[in-house]
């Protein structure tokens, strides 16, 4: 480069390698509003920081803070496939924040990371848009995170995305599982749908069956149920700790390994659980996924979360009380069976 070329400003830009930082800020710009919708007391200063600053909400005697990382895996790319991209932000929220009520923790405040090739403003002004609805629903504050623009390193139109949350619980309200006992009820969450796994074995059966994402799954279209975002469980469970504190004896967010995995991360030794399938029915998506693939009912219940997005254990005597509370606050809810003795030759899981 000659001295020429620098002094008449022909030389190389950040914009000439692929990143546009006008589009950045343009993108700030954009999610402002609905960022400062998720604001609580606690959060200090605004957007554009190079850190957040929060403080401990007041009420609290002793409070532990509870953390936890998640994204919302290949369920991305069936959001290009169908170029809907305001509600995998509400995925990637409730992935995280669903992990934080499991252990009684309010949700406090959440940061994304959002990294793509180009950056196009529309797409992830929608994403982050869904990230900020979600955070409203959750009552966390959206605080910051991060763009990230790398030309070359991801293909047209792709980008990933993931989350980090923080919450706050009483010390001695935490939930670990030690309280549970044989004999507690297993009360089930419905779930909107798969929510945000097994998506790579969905993604097989749509490439294999060559479906059509505009044909109809019970009330909606296939694309839509396969995309309907995770539930948030956070207000209804907070309601249902406050009005029965003592009788929730634990709780199982139902993720990847489903019922059969993730229920013994929060039971104690000695103790197993009983599943009686019959008495929930599943979204119609479900039958979709299990005909197209000829899948077998025990890869279903260990890959997805068969129509139940949490499992809250709870005394037998206060099952009907906080199932009311929580039916009251929106969730659809069924006694799907109860803890048992474990048995030396016996699954932890039992699912009939």
């Known amino acids: 480069m000659s001295a020429d070329d620098t002094e008449t400003g022909s030389g190389l830009t950040y914009r000439d390698a692929g990143v546009d930082i006008d589009a950045g800020n343009d993108l700030v710009d ?24 929060v403080d401990l909400p007041a009420g609290y005697r002793d409070p532990v803070l509870v953390a936890g990382t998640d994204g919302v895996g290949t369920k991305l790319d069936l959001a290009e496939r169908l ?6 932000g509400r995925d990637l929220v409730a992935m995280c924040v669903n992990d934080l009520i499991v252990q009684g923790a309010e949700p406090l405040f959440f940061l994304d990371y959002y990294a793509t090739g180009k950056l196009e403003v529309d797409t992830a002004g929608d994403v982050v848009t ?27 139109g792709r980008y990933d995305l993931a989350g980090f949350c923080v919450g706050v619980a009483e ?7 030690t309280s549970c006992r044989a004999g507690d009820i297993l009360l089930g969450l419905a779930s909107s749908g798969p929510h945000s796994n097994g998506y790579s074995l969905i993604r097989r ?40 504190p003592g009788a929730i004896h634990a709780l199982a967010h139902i993720t990847g390994g489903g019922l059969p995995e993730n229920l013994p991360r929060v039971l104690p030794d000695g103790l ?10 599943a979204p119609p998506v ?43 606050a929106g969730e659809t809810v069924t006694a799907i069976g109860e803890l048992t003795a474990a048995g030396e030759d016996k699954p932890r899981v039992t699912i009939t």
């Open 30 to 53: 954009r999610i402002r509003p609905a960022v400062d919708r998720t604001r609580r007391p606690e959060v200090r200063g605004g957007l554009g920081g190079f850190g957040a600053l």
């Open 83 to 88: 170029g809907r991209h305001d509600t995998i």
């Open 130 to 156: 869904g990230i900020a609805a979600g955070c409203e629903e959750a009552g966390c504050a959206l605080v910051g995170g991060e763009t990230a623009e790398m030309p070359g390193f991801y293909e047209a």
């Open 171 to 177: 010390r001695d309200r935490l939930l670990d599982g």
């Open 205 to 244: 059966l749509l490439d294999t069956t060559a479906a059509d994402l505009d044909a109809p799954c019970g009330e909606t279209t296939l694309g839509e149920a396969l995309l309907a975002p995770t539930r948030i469980y956070v207000r209804p469970l907070l309601e249902a700790l406050s009005a029965h």
């Open 272 to 281: 197993a659980a009983r599943v009686e399938s019959e008495r929930w029915q």
């Open 286 to 328: 479900f039958d979709w996924i299990r005909e197209s693939g000829r899948i077998d009912p025990a890869e279903m219940f260990r890959t997805f979360n068969y129509g139940i997005g949490m499992v809250v254990a709870v005394a037998a005597d206060e099952a009907e009380a906080v199932a009311a509370t929580l039916r009251e």
